[in-house]
């Protein structure tokens, strides 16, 4: 440690000194000419600064909340998946409701003798033509 | 005095002493602006999770980090380094401090010298000899040892002082 007492000086200027280290200083400043130029130099400074004159803050207006602010990039990715789903969810509606159902002859004959059947007065018997 | 319960209440209490933190640290009005809305937008969306208490150190907190991470973005400020053989006293022949300082017009002089500073230790000397925070509440606000505010302290001024000599 340096014999002179550096940054003491300072935190001696702003009331920081307490204990051991006032002691210290209040018994090596009297003597030491080093010192008490660098104290003069430090309160030199510290009245500088604080003869800057306090600005009046402008009026600095309601802060707004910001927004959550979604990269583009994630912006474009969502909406490819968007137009992606809807397009295979328009599609397989699309299939669903105009696919044709395919049903024989045979299955058509089947239908009609098991409702005649059940109906047999409500439902003609099939054309001969037609077995 | 009880804390602030609103964004607009820290503005009409503390606004002042933000914007003169953030003039003297930044060195324009615009930039000292944006910096001290920024501060107020963060206590406003901040208030709702604060814990009543040490207002002023959380207060300052906020301020710090906003600088910080205004500093960080930019980059751009000047700094100038630690001269060699920095403990070394100040020559006996240099004119007087006060002498020298009385032919100094304080105020643009100043704060182009403090500008000159590296941002930690002019934040110190701004927040201990233009925002009036005692050793503690600097070592808390901006979250570093007490010697540390202590050595930012003296060396800041040390460096000043050569600057406007």
Not at chain 1, 62 to 82: D, N
Not at chain 2, 3 to 19: K, N, Q, S
Not at chain 2, 65 to 76: H, M, P
Not at chain 2, 93 to 108: F, K, N, Q, R
């Amino acid at each position: 440690m340096s014999e002179h007492l550096g940054e003491l000086l300072s935190a001696h200027l702003d009331g920081e000194l307490a204990g051991d280290e006032l002691g210290m200083l209040n018994g090596h400043l009297p003597g030491c000419e080093l010192c008490q130029t660098e104290l003069a130099v430090l309160h030199g400074a510290r009245s500088a600064l604080r003869s800057l004159p306090l600005l009046e803050a402008p009026d600095l207006g309601v802060p707004e909340i910001k927004a959550p602010v979604i990269p583009l990039h994630r912006v474009r990715r969502v909406a490819a998946v968007a137009a992606v789903a809807f397009v295979a969810f328009a599609g397989l509606a699309t299939f669903q409701t105009s696919r044709p159902v395919e049903v024989s002859l045979s299955d058509v004959t089947e239908i009609q003798l098991e409702l005649q059947q059940d109906a047999p007065t409500l439902i003609p018997p099939m054309p001969a033509d037609s077995q | 005095m009880s804390d602030p319960t609103t964004w607009e209440e820290v503005a009409r209490t503390h606004g002042r002493r933000i914007y003169n933190y953030a003039y003297r640290l930044t060195g324009n009005p615009a930039d000292a602006a944006d910096l001290s809305q920024e501060v107020l937008l963060r206590v406003r969306t901040g208030l709702e999770r604060y814990t009543p208490g040490l207002f002023e150190a959380w207060l300052w907190r906020i301020t710090h980090n906003c600088f910080v991470d205004g500093y960080r973005k930019q980059k751009r400020r000047p700094t100038v380094a630690l001269p060699e053989q920095f403990d070394r006293v100040a020559a006996l022949s240099s004119p007087a401090p006060d002498v020298v300082l009385a032919h100094t017009t304080l105020g643009e002089e100043v704060q182009d010298a403090l500008m000159g500073l590296s941002a930690d230790f002019r934040e110190a000397v701004v927040l201990c000899d233009v925002v009036g925070m005692s050793y503690d509440e600097i070592a808390v606000s901006i979250d570093v040892p007490i010697g540390t505010v202590r050595s930012r302290i003296h060396r800041g001024r040390r460096l000043l002082r050569e600057a406007l000599a």
